[in-house]
DNA sequence: CCAAAAGTGTTTAAAATACACCCATGC
DNA sequence: GCATGGGTGTATTTTAAACACTTTTGG
């Protein structure tokens, strides 16, 4: 099937495979060079970028669509994702916005379920960085990280969405341990902080901050070194899984 | 329109004023002689007691639906409510549940938007008790209020979605003022108190509960005592609706 | 006048915060 | 050798938890 087809055929027929009225919009958030990046697409039709979503096959659970949403645009697998609010405002997804995209493709908007209303579960998921290796869908020309600080004009309520998953994820900051799937393996004591203050936009005390977290006990330090740095070589330290998920179901009760 | 006649008619013509595939639950939760109690209906059909449930109608928000529903089994109006969890399991919905009731109506399977697959929006209100005059739907034989200790078999996932939305009472409470729209306009230090820890489900001490309320300045002291109880009289207190209301969205930080 | 419930204050423990000193490494 | 970042410990403040006494009222 041509690419031309392809959407055409979504846009006339995706509804015999999808529920009607429903997406999935996820907000992918990864960590690199001390910053805090969000996933997006760049929206051929629209001209604008805007957050990985998709839908709900009719026999799906709404969290597989979320997780084959993610794996399509980043190729990972088996990551942590949470629902965190359900977006349902009438004239969300207005016709306007497709109206030019709709002389391209050749439907009209009686004949599409895609111009139907739209309500959206927002996801959250937090991935390795140097794991991914973004994919743009059919729709997109392009997907890139972007530093959570320059996010450009989105589509549709995109950019309100984006907004309520970084208040969540402030919130859970102090109740769930994070850093499993944004840090790599090894990390150092500076790096997990670096990403505490990232989230969190403010900085915190580096003493208190490593008492905080070994507390917790999450973490454990291992016997090596970072090497290569100037300055004192901080040790690495990797999470103790068994109580990193522990803490994830039952909360860590902490405050930063 | 006959009874029977307008059930057949949502069966079969529904989908023609409602969103498909969605649907809203309700866990109405209030507070009477010192226990939580939540709001059920008996499904006629399913013989079983239910939430509060309804459609979204195809130019409604969400929260319209979910106050539209509220408002029609309780008579009450302007009541904050949340959404809090989206319920997604493709099987959660099964035709089997409603197989008798087919037959009962007329209906078969295939022609009723009403058995498709159904996702469901959890939503939460705290309601005054004794304001609310519990009204029954149509597709119900009662509308009652059950002590949360005491709650019967539910149909489909309720009690999974009661049991959701009371974990997240739970935890609400740490961060949001209570007891605005569960208590009379005027109330004692102890009622507040057996209301929390009527939810929390375990004691708290006296002293430190009134401590930390008062510190939280949510509530404002009257220079009127309660009359004719035995002991001495405690005083009242109403809620400092300014306060409570900028708490609500800023969160108050505190534990008990 | 006594039992039961409510008001108020103090003492103690724990937790968060602030802060100071020493150590290792690259330049 | 010194500037920079990292490791560790301690004092201080704040907050939570535990606890005791007095006051009021109906019976």
């Known amino acids: 099937m041509s690419y031309d087809k392809e959407i055409r055929n979504h846009y006339l027929k995706g509804h015999e495979q999808y529920l009607r009225h429903l997406s999935v919009d996820c907000v992918i958030f990864g960590f690199h060079n001390n910053e805090l990046k969000v996933l ?78 739209f309500i959206t579960i927002g996801y959250t998921a937090l991935v390795d960085f140097s794991k991914v290796q973004p994919v743009a869908d059919v729709f997109s020309s392009a997907c890139e990280w972007f530093n959570i600080h320059e996010i450009p004009e989105l589509l549709l309520d995109h950019r309100e969405i984006l907004g309520k998953a970084l208040g969540n994820l402030q919130l859970q900051l102090n109740y769930h341990p994070v850093g499993y799937n944004l840090l790599p393996t090894k990390f150092t004591m500076p790096e ?58 039952g909360g860590m009760g902490f405050e930063l």
Request: hydrophobic share 35%; aromatic share 12%; net charge positive.
């Open 192 to 249: 997990l902080q670096k990403l505490y203050e990232t989230i969190l936009d403010r900085q915190l005390d580096r003493r208190n901050f490593q008492r905080k977290i070994v507390s917790t006990g999450i973490v454990k330090r291992l016997n090596e070194t970072k090497k290569g740095v100037a300055h004192k070589a901080p040790y690495y330290y990797k999470f103790d899984l068994r109580k990193y998920q522990k803490a994830l179901k």
């Open 40 to 117: 997006l697409l760049n929206a051929i039709y629209a001209g604008l970028w805007a957050l990985p979503g998709g839908f709900i096959l009719k026999e799906e659970h709404m969290d597989e669509a979320a997780k084959r949403i993610l794996k399509q645009r980043t190729g990972l697998n088996d990551i942590y994702m949470q629902q965190f609010y359900v977006f349902s405002e009438p004239e969300r997804s207005s016709k306007k916005v497709n109206e030019q995209f709709l002389q391209n493709v050749g439907v009209t908007a009686e004949e599409s379920w895609m111009f139907e209303r």
